[in-house]
């Protein structure tokens, strides 16, 4: 991973390994409850799409679990409990193992199939020949508000030609839980066209309104596919590699105007005094640096 830019508006970085491995618990070392387990946790997921401006629709409703070891081989199985279907296998692939819901329609069948409560990882395998029980509390709620581009920001990003200039895109912003350990945003890019793979994406406050989008990061008459992302974590203070996740994200495509076609720009970069504002609602994201884990396109 590294970085490419910095804004008094978040966090831009670039990373190959964001698609499938777990940016933020990779920058974390083994705990030494559990040495040769580095993460595990379960997530519910929101999905929306937004195809205009102000407009979103439901796209589906995920649960998923994932659990990391130390080494390739260190575990054999691993099995979730916590639910009426129980049990999961999850899925191995090298050291990480994962289990991810079929999509459902409404948000009252999620709850029905997953509901809110205590989830336990059963692991076997060479280290332990007995299995092991990990568990983790799935908590109650969600971010407090669907996320959405606001304004202009969708039909905008269609119009933007990135050798004119940047863009300032607006959406709306989320309440911090009292009981979450982290409570943030997010917005990631990916160039559909170069089809690289690679994300660009920043880490935001939940409270965070705006962003200008830099336009030497972007290629003009591109595909791009992006998501805003509210994002909770729950976690223990003293093992934060383990925990239960609640997101709504909303997902949207857009391809930037070519070169020098004389169109519109969009929304105009903010003046200097808007920046310190942008700044604000910046502090200690760095210090979180994305702690979440499984970000699926």
Do not use: C
Not at 56 to 85: C, I, K
Not at 161 to 169: A, E, L, Q, W
Not at 264 to 286: C, D, I, K, R
């Amino acid at each position: 991973m590294r970085i490419i830019a910095s804004s008094s508006a978040g966090t831009v970085l670039r990373s190959a390994l964001f698609p499938a491995a777990l940016i933020v618990f990779a920058l974390w070392a083994p705990l030494s409850a559990m040495a040769q387990v580095e993460l595990y946790a379960v997530r519910k997921d929101q999905s929306y799409q937004q195809t205009a401006d102000n407009t979103v629709t439901a796209s589906y409703f995920r649960f998923d679990a994932q659990l990391r070891t130390v080494n390739d081989g260190d575990v054999d199985t691993v099995e979730l409990y916590g639910a009426p279907n129980d049990p999961f296998v999850l899925t191995k692939s090298g050291r990480y193992f994962s289990y991810t819901s079929t999509d459902f329609a409404t948000l009252a069948d999620l709850e029905t199939a997953y509901p809110n409560n205590t989830y336990s990882f059963s692991v076997a395998g060479p280290i332990y020949p007995e299995p092991i029980q990990l568990t983790v509390n799935l908590a109650d709620g969600f971010p407090s508000a669907q996320p959405m581009l606001t304004g202009t920001t969708f039909s905008g990003l269609n119009q933007w030609d990135p050798t004119s200039g940047d863009f300032t895109m607006t959406f709306n912003s989320h309440s911090v839980i009292p009981d979450a350990s982290y409570v943030n945003t997010y917005l990631t890019f990916y160039d559909h066209t170069t089809n690289d793979g690679i994300p660009i994406y920043w880490l935001l406050d939940a409270s965070a309104t705006s962003l200008v989008l830099p336009g030497n990061l972007f290629n003009p008459d591109h595909e791009y596919y992006g998501t805003l992302e509210f994002f909770q974590q729950y976690a223990d203070s003293e093992q934060m590699n383990f925990g239960s996740i609640k997101e709504r994200s909303t997902s949207f495509v857009f391809r930037t105007a070519p070169a020098d076609n004389g169109g519109p720009v969009g929304s105009p970069v903010p003046e200097p005094s808007t920046y310190g504002l942008l700044a604000a609602s910046a502090l200690g994201a760095l210090a979180v640096l994305r702690r979440r884990f499984g970000k699926r396109n």
